[in-house]
């Protein structure tokens, strides 16, 4: 993973965080974990804006966290 740099880097750091957690977790519940996380705790701003920031740097994000991006667009749109 590449280091984040700017306004974003926080919000990198947590989930990458949150996915180093979670990646103990059985692989059915890793990513839905993180993004279930992300959803409750975090502001519809921090959400857009880590949405925004991981589909531009994709490889900034540990995996489970990519994972966790494409779980709360996909509930963004419903």
Do not use: C
Request: aromatic share 8%; hydrophobic share 45%; net charge positive.
């Amino acid at each position: 993973m590449n280091e984040s740099k700017g306004p974003e880097a926080n919000l990198v750091r947590m989930a990458n965080q949150m996915a180093d957690y979670f990646k103990a977790f059985p692989e059915s519940e890793a990513a839905p974990g993180v993004a279930d996380h992300i959803r409750k705790f975090w502001t519809p701003k921090m959400r857009a804006e880590f949405i925004k920031f991981g589909e531009a740097h994709p490889a900034h994000l540990h995996a489970l966290a990519r994972e966790a991006l494409v779980l709360l667009k996909q509930a963004a749109t419903k």
